[in-house]
């Protein structure tokens, strides 16, 4: 039956639906109680709010009295420390049935400066159909879709023969160091059948959807020097090749003049899915009405199927305690999403020849820091198709395939772990949820189908078999 369609039980979808209903007040107050906690796993926060989030998670997932165990569990970063508490719980399957993993993090963004929000970042405030809060969104709600899908699968099912494990991690927003070692310690009990990842969106409030494709990540960090001490502008001005405009002239080569990457060597990937005007891209990204686009391809192929780079960060001094001084040296940080399907480290190295083979006025290139994580792009399967069938039903819209221009690299992770595993990006943000922005907010009725519609695919699960 591994190829084989799954059918869309209408009958399931809607018992699924009256429970999230039904439900949905104790799932906003639970909502609430983990926004409440400010667990950042970023080394200026204190990490008693992360022990304290897991902590609460692993309570919730306690009273479904549902596993055969619920722990929180640690692995080694690549320096050897521990870390960040990951919440972990298991139950077997039975009579053959497929096992589903539910991932989420219970991690935040920091707030940021308190005086942009509107209510307090860690207190869930409800303003309308929108609750607000750091992490109300991005990705506590997240959290909740999985604990209330659980407990609507024993609701709904006498003795459940569907295996379910959840891996709540508490370090995705640091960038996850941990996640390829605790795959390794905790393979066993985190192989599944089904892997559903909750860390995404959809493409609206009406409309709902499953991520398909993600785009990889490199960085860089480099310095240029051009002199070997910094002098008087005045003096030295015109021929003297200061750092920070030999600077100015490399970066302005990562693109050509229409606004493309101009690095040789990263790809580009053919996109299918919805299209993106102009004006929803202004709306969703606060672009002004005086400012153009970059790039001279579709939107959304531009977003999803090719390279993007941003500078995002210069050492240089800050305008109000700057002198007349030629800097002999400048650093800087370049980020670059690069497509789907794209060698991360192939991709790395080409950004790096184009920063030595344009480094002008002869100044020396010195290579810092560096990153490079894999994109993803979806495989067709039967549990990706049935989960189209349940979101349309619950949205009374037709869901679609998108693409996400970020990237959620520890996905290639569970792929390379678990590889006949089928994987769904599925998620509650809409492009007004503002994750790690102030301001973020979840949209409660989109909470509520997405219970809904995580209900029904446990139970659609629950009635297969792998040989079946």
Do not use: C
Not at 135 to 155: N, Y
Not at 183 to 207: F, P, Q
Not at 309 to 333: E, H, Q, Y
Request: net charge negative; glycine share 8%; no cysteine.
């Amino acid at each position: 039956m591994a190829n084989q369609e799954i059918p869309l039980n209408q009958s399931q979808l809607t018992s699924a639906k009256e429970f999230a209903d039904r439900t949905f007040p104790q799932a906003l107050a639970q909502l609430g109680d983990l926004v409440k906690i400010p667990g950042v796993a970023w080394p200026s926060f204190d990490p008693k709010f992360l022990e304290e989030s897991a902590q609460a998670v692993k309570a919730q997932l306690q009273q479904l009295k549902f596993f055969d165990f619920v722990e929180i569990r640690k692995a080694a970063k690549p320096d050897g420390q521990l870390g960040a508490p990951a919440v972990v719980a298991r139950r077997a399957g039975k009579n053959g049935a497929p096992h589903v993993l539910l991932y989420a993090h219970h991690d935040v963004q920091p707030p940021g400066k308190d005086e942009l929000w509107d209510s307090e970042p860690f207190v869930a405030t409800l303003r309308g159909d929108r609750l607000y809060g750091r992490g109300a969104s991005d990705d506590k709600s997240g959290v909740i879709t999985h604990l209330f899908a659980i407990r609507g699968l024993t609701e709904l099912v006498d003795s459940p023969d569907v295996g379910v494990t959840v891996f709540i991690e508490g370090e995705e927003e640091a960038g996850s160091p941990s996640f390829q070692n605790f795959l390794a310690d905790n393979k066993d009990d985190l192989a599944a059948d089904l892997i559903i990842v909750a860390d995404s969106g959809n493409w609206s409030t009406e409309t709902p959807a499953l991520t398909a494709s993600l785009r990889g990540m490199i960085s860089q960090t480099f310095s240029l020097q051009t002199l070997d001490h910094a002098v008087h502008s005045g003096l030295y001005g015109g021929p003297l090749p200061d750092a920070m405009t030999a600077m100015i002239r490399l970066l302005g080569t990562l693109w050509d003049e229409d606004g493309n990457v101009a690095i040789a060597g990263l790809e580009s990937e053919p996109m299918n899915g919805p299209e993106i005007s102009l004006e929803q891209l202004r709306h969703e990204s606060g672009m002004l009405s005086t400012s153009g686009r970059m790039g001279s391809h579709p939107l959304a192929q531009q977003l999803w199927g090719e390279p993007a780079a941003t500078v995002i960060g210069i050492d240089a001094p800050a305008v109000d305690v700057s002198s007349n001084t030629a800097l002999p040296s400048v650093r800087a940080r370049v980020s670059v999403r690069i497509a789907p399907s794209q060698d991360p480290a192939a991709a790395l190295e080409a950004l790096k020849s184009h920063l030595g083979n344009n480094a002008p006025f002869g100044a020396q290139l010195e290579f810092g820091e560096s990153e490079a994580g894999p994109g993803y792009r979806a495989k067709d399967g039967r549990y990706a198709a049935l989960m189209h069938g349940i979101l349309s039903g619950n949205w009374g819209q037709q869901s679609v395939d998108m693409g996400i221009g970020a990237s959620i690299p520890f996905i290639a992770d569970f792929a390379k772990a678990f590889p006949a595993a089928e994987i769904l990006v599925t998620g509650v943000e809409d492009p007004d949820s503002r994750a790690h922005s102030p301001n973020e907010s979840q949209h409660l009725p989109t909470l509520r189908k997405a219970i809904a519609s995580e209900t029904a695919l446990l139970i659609h699960a629950n009635s297969l078999t792998l040989n079946g």
